[in-house]
Nanobody, 121 residues
Framework: QVQLVESGGGLAQAGGSLRLSCAAS????????MGWYRQVSGKQRELVAA???????NYADSLKGRFTISRDNAKNTVYLQMNSLKPEDTGVYYC???????????????WGRGTQVTVSS
C-alpha cells in the first residue's frame, strides 16, 4: 500500500510563512505529478499547486507569487512554501500524488489526510 503523510501545518499570523511537507511511502516504483489542494470554509477543494516529476510547476492564478511548490524525488516528498499568508488561506491542505506501483501502465492517485492551516489576522 501507499501512504501520503502531510506535516507542517499549524497557526500563523497574517503576513507570516509556513512550509508544508508531504512524504509518500509504501510500494512505489515512481511518482508522476504531485500536488497540493486545499479546502477552505464553505468552498470545494481547490488546486493550490502541482509539480511534475521533472520539476515543472503550475499554480492557481490567485496564489502565484506567494506559494512555491517543490519536490525531492529521492525522498518521495513534496513541499509547499507559503509566504505572505492571509486569513483567507485558512483551511485544510491536502497533498496528492500520481503513483506507479508496478511495471504495468497503470497509475494510482493517492491523497493524504490533510493538515490544518490557520492564519490569524
Amino acid at each position: 500500500q501507499v501512504q501520503l503523510v502531510e506535516s507542517g501545518g499549524g497557526l500563523a499570523q497574517a503576513g507570516g510563512s509556513l512550509r508544508l511537507s508531504c512524504a509518500a511511502s509504501g510500494i512505489i516504483l515512481s511518482i508522476n505529478d504531485m500536488g497540493w489542494y486545499r479546502q477552505v470554509s464553505g468552498k470545494q477543494r481547490e488546486l493550490v499547486a502541482a509539480i511534475t516529476s521533472g520539476g515543472v510547476a503550475n499554480y492557481a492564478d490567485s496564489l502565484k507569487g506567494r506559494f512555491t511548490i517543490s519536490r525531492d524525488n529521492a525522498k518521495n516528498t513534496v513541499y509547499l512554501q507559503m509566504n505572505s499568508l492571509k486569513p483567507e488561506d485558512t483551511g485544510v491542505y491536502y497533498c496528492n500524488a500520481d503513483i506507479k506501483r508496478d511495471y504495468s501502465s497503470r497509475t494510482y492517485i493517492y491523497w493524504g489526510r490533510g493538515t490544518q492551516v490557520t492564519v490569524s489576522s
